[in-house]
């Protein structure tokens, strides 16, 4: 008599991932019913859903934008952490590196706008504001303060896009006002240059008037803070109060391209045409300066 083993029930087979079809996937996502493995899964409200159908959901859903046609940011205000890192940075390498090389290469003065010198250099005057003063650090300390203050209240405003694109028009504002409002250099006369985010920083000021009274609100406050450092700037030596205005009456201008612009499906390509307008608008100012 002989006696059979008896043979094991076939298993089921195991669920796979639709991206990953060597990977056994015991999870489904709770939208398609799909199974995805860890990599593929991403968390809901209610469990999980795969990759496929977050993405889709991204694609069908309509992209929520400010007031002023800026994408909503949700989060930190990610631009202000930017710029204010890459100020500290460059801060740290003014003192690490040796010669002055950083102020000498991306430093700011007359003469870098001077095609007859043969020192036409005019990207210093977007540079420069990424550079403070070694002989006081409340410049730099300051400065940031001011950025991150501002900052946080214009970035999720206005959008990352047109906060940037504010901010270095400012800094470029603040140069050019520099340069029209002081004297041209002339050989055996001193140079002096200009480092320092004020400019951008009084552009942040202006900016933040001009939505303040587009919106309706009290603007006291503001008027206050802009004189208070409006006059220090004259009565302290060593200030370019020439580069606050510059910046304060830019920051103004493409806040209002930005806040006056009415909403409607051309809303972002009329800004964007109004802020490039006013970026050439300081690149003539600067060239007819230094041409007569």
């Known amino acids: 008599m002989s006696y059979g083993i008896p043979s094991a029930e076939p298993s089921a ?76 940075l460059l801060y740290v390498l003014q003192w690490l590196v040796p010669n002055d090389a950083i102020y000498q ?33 409340l410049h730099i300390a300051l400065n940031m303060y001011m950025l991150w203050i501002f900052g946080q209240a214009l970035e999720p405003l206005l959008g990352r896009v047109r906060f940037l694109a504010l901010y270095l028009l400012s800094a470029f504002g603040g ?19 200009v480092v320092g985010a004020s400019g951008a920083i009084f552009g942040l000021f ?15 406050q503001l008027w206050i803070l802009i004189a208070i450092n409006g006059v220090i700037g004259f009565l302290v030596p060593q200030i370019a109060w020439q580069a606050h205005l510059g910046g304060l009456v830019m920051g103004a201008l493409a806040a209002a391209v930005i806040a006056y612009t009415p909403r409607g499906p051309r809303q972002g390509l009329i800004q964007a045409a109004g802020l490039v307008a006013l970026l050439l608008l300081l690149s003539v100012a600067a060239w007819v300066r230094v041409s007569l």
């Open 13 to 88: 087979q195991a669920p796979v991932c639709p991206r990953h079809p060597d990977r056994p996937s015991y999870v489904s996502c709770q939208r398609c019913g799909r199974p995805a493995c860890p990599e593929c899964q991403r968390a809901a409200a209610v469990g999980f859903q795969c990759v496929d159908c977050v993405n889709e959901a991204k694609r069908s859903t309509p992209e929520v934008r400010s007031v002023y046609g800026g994408a909503v940011a949700t989060g930190k205000p990610l631009v202000t952490f930017v710029l204010i890192a890459a100020c500290a």
């Open 105 to 137: 290469a991306l430093g700011f003065a007359n003469i870098y706008a001077e095609p007859q010198y043969g020192e036409f250099e005019p990207w210093r005057m977007v540079t420069s504001a990424f550079l403070h003063s070694q002989g006081f650090v």
């Open 175 to 193: 140069s050019v006002g520099y340069l029209l409002l002081t004297s041209l250099y002339s050989p055996g006369q001193p140079l002096y240059g």
């Open 206 to 220: 202006g900016a933040m008037l001009l939505v303040q009274r587009q919106r309706g609100g009290d603007t006291r």
